[in-house]
């Protein structure tokens, strides 16, 4: 079959990849303490920097992003310390997981899943709470579509009388949806090479604050191919502690390059227009969006709620079977109640018309009512306004 290979992935990561980043990674192995690798980790460590608004170090980590996440905890927690947790998804419940795993005393605050988490909630838990010494916290929860304030809850986090320090997951928002790092006083920031940077998964990204490394060198827990300290040594000199993925390495130069090209501002401004097409659309189809209020909804992936009558599951095995087209589903309790289509990185406005009128044939088929055409429809109008 011609077509065997043809697929339209959206699903908020792994994210589909650009030509001319597959190309770079098929260019010849380097070693990895050679002079030349050395130049190459220290043009992608500083640009990385770019995307990232900040001044301190970024740490490249050859893992996944859970990877990123469990360093942070690994780095800033030892047996015993009180952390927070802000907890809106599947992502904030893995911090949990994590911290755990490390000894923490988890305190947690949760909101409604599709919600926002309430920055006023963070003041509050840090007032009965001043001995808390890490708050741990997620941009954009992938399981739910939610984007927290993290400027507003920075605020809370920094005016309080523990001051503890900030770590966000910003793995499905860092390069798709804008984070100010240094601004908004974030202390670790982790983040993931297979959504907005357009890469093959197997990268993790991780920037620490000056003020983070007292505690970092103070901390207790057992560390070994996540310790920050080894990393901060390398980095100087071009190098990781351990083998790097070399071919991702090249990958992350090309992607950085053409992320620089766009600009910034029009990246952000393509995920923008890009979830409000799709918001409309769903809106017209009389589907309900599973975050309704339209400040709190990322702009890298929407999550669609299954009205009763429709089977997601079965929407999403036809999308993909029949059409190539592959969408998300929900994760944990959400599993078979919402579908998730993601729009970030190698994506732009043109492709959501196509994804929306597939959406649109798979819904008829199942026997769902609706208007014909009447999601591109509403896309096409938001797309026409810019």
Avoid at 75 to 103: C, H, M, W
Wanted: glycine content about 8%.
């Amino acid at each position: 079959m011609i077509f065997a290979e043809k697929r339209q992935l959206r699903i908020p990561g792994p994210t589909p990849i650009p030509p001319q980043i597959l190309r770079a990674g098929a260019q010849p192995m380097m070693g990895h303490r050679s002079g030349d690798f050395v130049e190459l980790c220290k043009r992608v460590a500083a640009k990385v920097k770019t995307v990232f608004q900040t001044e301190n170090d970024v740490f490249i980590l050859t893992s996944s992003g859970t990877g990123a996440l469990e360093a942070a905890v690994a780095n800033t927690v030892s047996p015993g310390d009180q952390v927070l947790v802000l907890v809106s998804g599947v992502f904030g419940e893995r911090f949990v997981k994590i911290a755990n795993a490390y000894g923490a005393q988890v305190e947690t605050i949760r909101c409604q899943f599709g919600h926002a988490i309430d920055p006023q909630t963070v003041t509050d838990a840090l007032v009965k709470k001043p001995e808390i010494k890490v708050v741990f916290a997620t941009h954009c929860e992938t399981s739910t579509g939610v984007v927290n304030d993290l400027e507003k809850i920075a605020e809370a986090v920094h005016s309080s009388l523990g001051d503890p320090l900030l770590v966000v997951d910003t793995v499905s928002s860092m390069g798709g949806i804008e984070f100010k790092t240094d601004k908004w006083g974030i202390d670790l920031v982790v983040s993931g090479s297979q959504k907005a940077f357009m890469l093959p998964p197997g990268l993790a990204f991780i920037g620490v604050s000056d003020r983070s490394w007292d505690i970092i060198e103070a901390n207790q827990s057992p560390r070994f191919y996540f310790d920050l300290r080894a990393y901060r040594k390398s980095l100087p000199k071009g190098q990781t502690p351990f083998t790097p993925a070399v071919s991702l390495f090249y990958q992350l130069e090309e992607a950085l390059a053409m992320m620089e090209a766009e600009g910034f501002a029009n990246i952000y401004q393509r995920h923008l227009l890009m979830r409000d097409m799709v918001r409309a659309a769903v809106r017209a189809l009389g589907l309900p969006l599973f975050v309704a209020e339209d400040n709190n909804a990322s702009a890298t992936v929407t999550s669609i709620l299954g009205p009763q009558g429709l089977d997601v599951e079965a929407l999403r095995k036809l999308l993909n079977q029949k059409y190539k087209l592959v969408l998300a589903g929900g994760q944990a309790d959400l599993k078979g109640k919402i579908f998730r289509i993601g729009h970030m990185g190698f994506a732009e406005p043109i492709d959501m018309l196509t994804v929306l009128a597939t959406l649109e044939l798979g819904l008829v088929e199942l026997g769902w009512k609706l208007e014909g055409g009447a999601a591109v429809r509403a896309a096409e109008e938001v797309l026409v306004r810019g």
